[in-house]
């Protein structure tokens, strides 16, 4: 390996693995909330091109959801928040999300709890008697309406435990929580541990079950868990925890909108200029590029921009190195249609755009070749001229 070669690569290399110590492994601030993220800086050889590719929470209206199992790793604790109280069959006051959250594609801010393990964005009932009694099954009309279900099951907070609120995190990735800490099942007074989450902008509902016992001598047991319209008319639960006796351990759901996609991704440089759209895209830079995806995500009434960065460390390698005494001329740069490549031994031509599509590709059969660009768009283009033992790249400026 060339020595200049090594300690430049050397250099970048270091340089790449500060900045993943920094900010790579960042990406999350829980599991469900929005993110974009591009990748760590990297180094490729001049001439070569880089696929960029997004990882992101993808986003969609809430229109409809599935419901799917997930790996049961609570995120925040069951034991912190803000205490309801030691109430039996109430629903608390109003309390602040301190976020929009978007439910069956409507807004909410605020929302009530139930002490028996509801939430509902219908605050009609705040304050007022919550009913430990049911059998139907979701959906219901004779159910809460507009309301999450996590777990529905008549519980008792003046025996043991507590109902605790909060709301965590900062700007577009906020949750908010309702833990049951260890409440007694009413009548059998068996301890029930679980949480409801809510995030910001993705609009999940995640369901954590540490300890939810059956209690078959009351309310013949009955438990739900689900989510359910303003109409009682729509409403999803997983299965085999709709309405019925059921027990469950270390068991987490979650709760997905799923109706058209919400959210869209482009790719500028770092003057601003948009590059490309999509999930990915394919760049070859001339120089230490940088490079800015965002994702745009239309969360009901508001738009959120969330971005990320990447910067990709064209080096020379060893052959292209050699160029320095491979003698090519390209004339006229900057060009308005027709310029030429003059040199011998010139076995291949490759001209790519800055995205590093190939638009034009020739095999030479004299010294000088005429490369014409009429129909491209104006911008810089790259030159890559393979011979038998060298690579030149080179820049050509093209101003129609």
């Known amino acids: 390996m060339n020595k200049l070669y090594f300690i430049v690569f050397a250099s970048l290399f270091a340089i790449i693995c500060s900045k993943q110590n920094l ?12 993110y974009i993220f591009i990748g760590n800086d990297t180094i490729i050889s001049l001439g070569d091109s880089i696929n960029l590719s997004a990882s992101f929470f993808a986003t969609n209206e809430t229109s409809s959801y599935n419901v799917t199992p997930i790996i049961y790793s609570p995120p925040v604790p069951f034991s912190v928040g803000i205490q309801l109280g030691a109430i039996d069959d109430m629903w608390s ?18 929302v009530i709890l139930s002490a028996n393990g509801i939430l509902s964005f219908d605050t009609s009932s705040a304050e007022g008697y919550s009913d430990w009694s049911f059998s139907n099954s979701l959906p219901s009309q004779s ?21 605790l609120y909060y709301t965590a995190g900062t700007g577009t990735s906020r949750i908010f929580v309702y833990n049951v800490n260890g409440v007694a099942l009413f ?86 200029t948009l590059i490309d759209t999509g999930a990915s895209i394919i760049v070859m830079p001339f120089d230490t590029t940088s490079y800015i995806g965002e994702m745009i995500i239309y969360n009901c009434n508001d738009t959120v921009h969330l971005y990320d960065t990447i910067t990709v460390y064209p080096i020379t390698n060893v052959n292209i190195n050699k160029h320095n005494s491979y003698k090519v001329s390209i004339f006229p740069n900057p060009t308005s249609s027709i310029f030429y490549i003059e040199g011998i031994n010139i076995e291949t ?16 059969n004299a010294e000088k070749t005429s490369i014409n660009l009429t129909g491209q768009a104006k911008g810089i283009y790259l030159i890559k001229i393979i011979g038998k033992e060298n690579v030149v790249i080179k820049k050509i400026i093209f101003t129609p």
Do not use: M
């Open 143 to 163: 159910l809460q309406k507009n309301a999450v279900f996590g777990t529905y099951v008549d519980l008792d907070a003046s025996q043991s435990g507590a109902l």
């Open 349 to 364: 031509i490759e001209i790519r755009d800055i995205k590093g599509r190939l638009i034009q590709q020739k095999i030479p």
């Open 187 to 272: 009548s059998c007074n068996t301890p029930c541990t679980q949480q409801i989450i809510l995030y910001e902008t993705t609009n999940v509902i995640e369901v954590y079950l540490q300890d939810k016992p059956s209690c078959s001598t009351w309310n013949s047991g009955n438990s739900l868990i689900g989510i359910q319209d303003s109409l009682g008319l729509t409403g999803i639960s997983p299965p085999g925890r709709n309405t019925g006796d059921w027990i469950a351990n270390n068991e987490a759901w979650r709760f997905t909108p799923n109706g058209n996609k919400t959210y869209s991704i482009n790719w500028y440089d770092t003057i601003g």
């Open 23 to 34: 900010y790579g492994q960042i990406q999350q601030t829980y599991p469900a909330s929005p």
């Open 93 to 110: 006051s109003v309390l602040d999300l301190s976020f929009n959250f978007c439910f069956y594609n409507t807004y909410y801010h605020d």
